[in-house]
T-cell receptor, first 114, second 112 residues
Framework: SAVISQKPSRDICQRGTSLTIQCQVDSQVTMMFWYRQQPGQSLTLIATANQGSEATYESGFVIDKFPISRPNLTFSTLTVSNMSPEDSSIYLC???????????FGQGTRLTVV | GQQLNQSPQSMFIQEGEDVSMNCTSSSIFNTWLWYKQDPGEGPVLLIALYKAGELTSNGRLTAQFGITRKDSFLNISASIPSDVGIYFCAGQSVNAGNMLTFGGGTRLMVKP
């Protein structure tokens, strides 16, 4: 397993501002992912955070809105840019530990945009 | 993209009863994962399944990887109030870069 720490755990932000969420893992992992969970919904993959290269974004998500950094194998950040109330969601960091394949999640960042 | 249909969406059960939920997909998965999410928390991995036909238990929880690799079920025996939460299935495919596809969730509510 992996221990994943996400910061902040929650925040209330003004529209038009940006928030950067940090994800720290207690061990080196190859694959890190960022998910969004809108209120009452399931999880949707935003992007795969690649170490040493640009993140791979899923359909409907773009780098200008959700820039991601992955400077090493234990850390990643997701920025939610130019926020609007529609961005109010839980944002979750996830890691895949490899063999055997399992995916673990941080506790999430609950974002409210007002 | 891949779709996972999870059912039921929600259920009330009496404490002590057994619970069953399942997920079906139009695509084959290499791995099935079952999670529980409590309010204000991230999903917690309950059971991971890696082979078609595999049956795995974790305490009162039992899950199976369907023979066709397109479905999985989770059973909870003798439910208790702390079983309340949202349960998600997730399928992982090597052909999709190992990304997870999630079901819509089953909200479990237990009557004390």
């Amino acid at each position: 397993s992996a221990v994943i720490s996400q910061k902040p755990s929650r925040d209330i932000c003004q529209r038009g501002t940006s928030l950067t969420i940090q994800c720290q893992v207690d061990s080196q992992v190859t694959m890190m992912f960022w998910y969004r969970q809108q209120p009452g919904q399931s999880l949707t993959l935003i992007a795969t955070a690649n170490q040493g290269s640009e993140a791979t974004y899923e359909s409907g998500f773009v780098i200008d809105k959700f820039p991601i950094s992955r400077p090493n194998l234990t850390f990643s950040t997701l920025t939610v840019s130019n926020m609007s109330p529609e961005d109010s969601s839980i944002y979750l960091c996830s890691v895949d530990t490899g063999a055997p394949r399992s995916a673990f999640f941080g506790q999430g960042t609950r974002l409210t945009v007002v | 993209g891949q779709q996972l249909n999870q059912s039921p969406q929600s259920m009330f059960i009496q404490e002590g009863e057994d619970v069953s939920m399942n997920c079906t997909s139009s695509s084959i998965f290499n791995t099935w994962l079952w999670y529980k999410q409590d309010p204000g928390e991230g999903p917690v991995l309950l059971i991971a399944l890696y082979k078609a036909g595999e049956l795995t238990s974790n305490g009162r929880l039992t899950a199976q990887f369907g023979i066709t690799r397109k479905d999985s079920f989770l059973n909870i025996s003798a439910s208790i109030p702390s079983d309340v939460g949202i349960y998600f299935c997730a399928g992982q495919s090597v052909n999709a870069g190992n990304m997870l596809t999630f079901g819509g969730g089953t909200r479990l509510m237990v009557k004390p």
